[in-house]
């Protein structure tokens, strides 16, 4: 008997198998064949009884001839086994809200036990030792196209058959950085959202006094410019077009009505008065912190870059000034009674008459002292006159006889004082739909920034005048920069 003996590696055409081989041929039929993904092996049921093959459907596999769009598709049978026996470390996975990792980790560990146990066992030390049947092995039949390598292919197929999972964890934000970031900030400065507890009509009524504010601090300065038309200026002073501009501040005394309900209409409603005593440095370091980073800012610009800005024969005027900013003295006021504000909050959070008694006898006392400090000396009303400090003292001398109708003038004055301010916090304000417009949001949270900024503008403009200017509305108003 003759035996013909065949080397195995002839027993394939190495140099056939090469040529039909192709990358890119093999990306394209892969998309066709996922239609026919059925043919590939999935994992097997029981693999944790140790079912450790599937073969997949083999015959569709080999069935697959066709030639669509002039490209032959033909499907190849190939066998992926998969080593039990590997060098991987299984990390213990975190838990998530959405998806149970715990009980996805305990499945990993059982199956690691039940094949560390199968290793170890006599049945199994009999497989490894039998050549024919070999050590714990994972076989699945693939189907792949004729042009394809199994790497290509599971590179292909893994993916999609076992999508990756992807962590996302979301670190503790840091607000002490974010409350530097340039991002951050820009984003919350220009998002606009309606609450049904807002008050809308507050953005309309911060943003027009802030306006007001600041062509009444125009007019103010323009009075201690050069004037080309002095009488004219005078004439104009007592005039009904000046009523607004010497009613200008008054608009400050909205700010403080803001303030004192935002207080109220705040805190309260948020926490008790248990807590807020045990918190009330809190209360206070809130109010510093958010003040102080924006002054502190134009205080350095105030006592550095503005000195440079500008020159002129009134200039020095301005560097003597740069030692403080004259509009912190709202800030200062609007500090003070902030810090006495839990005085008056305390009695807030019991029962409506005490919140309503204290409230009233506030609003008295607030008119009795404002009532003594302007009779006593002889605070005026408007913000532009002559200096009436010794007005009566002078009249009442000679004219002994005129004393009832000066203090009765005198007492017009005191009244108009004592009850002008609170009128218009009564009164103030147009229509609510018109305070609430979106357009006023912008302004109204720029408001701070422009209040401190916007006095040393005005002063670089006055300050650095080279000539006389005649004073007109349109002119004050206009304030374009001095000619140089």
Not at 1 to 23: C, G, K, S, T
Not at 271 to 295: E, S
Not at 344 to 358: C, D, E, M, P
Not at 380 to 405: A, D, F, H, Q
Request: glycine share 4%.
């Amino acid at each position: 008997m003759d035996f013909l003996f065949v080397n195995p590696e002839d027993a394939i055409d190495m140099d056939l198998h090469a040529r039909v081989l192709d990358n890119d041929e093999c990306e394209r039929q892969l998309d066709y064949l996922s239609n026919n993904i059925d043919s590939t092996a999935k994992l097997p049921s029981g693999l944790l009884s140790l079912n450790t093959h599937e073969f997949g459907d083999y015959h569709q596999c080999l069935r697959i001839d066709n030639t669509i769009d002039g490209i032959n598709y033909l499907g190849k049978y190939c066998e992926l086994i998969v080593p039990f026996v590997q060098n991987i470390s299984f990390t213990e996975m975190p838990s998530l809200n959405m998806i149970s990792r715990m009980a996805l980790s305990n499945v990993i560990n059982k199956m690691k036990n039940i094949y560390n146990e199968a290793i170890h066992s006599e049945t199994y030390q009999s497989m490894v030792t039998n050549p024919i049947i070999g050590g714990p092995n994972l076989r699945l039949g693939v189907c792949l196209p004729r042009p394809c390598r199994p790497r290509q292919f599971i590179n292909y197929f893994i993916p999609k058959q076992f999508p990756e999972l992807t962590y996302i964890e979301v670190a503790p934000s840091k607000s002490l950085l974010s409350s530097f970031s340039v991002y951050t900030n820009t984003r919350r400065f220009l998002t606009f959202r309606k609450s049904k507890s807002a008050l809308e009509c507050v953005d309309g009524i911060r943003a027009l006094s802030m306006f007001w504010v600041i062509i009444g601090h125009s007019y103010i300065m323009r009075f201690y410019t050069p004037t080309h038309n002095i009488t004219g200026m005078l004439e104009w002073i007592p005039m009904v077009t000046s009523s607004w501009i010497n009613s200008a501040p008054l608009v400050v005394d909205t700010f403080f009505l803001l303030s004192g309900i935002f207080c109220i209409y705040s805190i309260p409603n948020k926490v008790g008065a248990t807590l807020f005593l045990k918190n009330l440095h809190v209360f206070y370091l809130y109010r510093l912190l958010r003040l102080l980073p924006l002054l502190a800012t134009v205080v350095l610009l105030q006592m550095s870059i503005v000195n440079w800005l500008s020159d002129g024969p009134d200039w020095p005027k301005l560097a003597y000034a740069t030692g403080c900013l004259y509009q912190t003295w709202y800030l200062t006021v609007d500090t003070q009674l902030y810090m006495l504000s839990p005085l008056v909050l305390i009695f807030l959070f019991g029962s409506r008459k005490i919140a309503w008694s204290v409230m009233t006898l506030t609003l008295i006392a607030s008119l009795i002292t404002v009532t003594y400090y302007a009779f006593n000396y002889d605070i005026p009303v408007v913000i532009v006159l002559e200096n009436t400090k010794n007005l009566y003292e002078k009249i009442l001398r000679p004219y002994s006889g005129e004393s009832c109708t000066i203090c009765y003038r005198h007492n017009v004055r005191v009244y108009i004082e004592d009850i002008s301010r609170k009128n218009y916090s009564i009164t103030k304000g147009p229509i609510e739909w018109f305070l609430s417009l979106t357009i006023w949001k912008l302004p109204s949270r720029m408001s701070y920034a422009v209040y401190l900024v916007h006095l040393p503008v005005i002063m670089i403009r006055t300050n650095g005048m080279l000539k006389s200017e005649y004073f007109t509305d349109l002119e004050t108003c206009r304030r374009k920069p001095a000619k140089r």
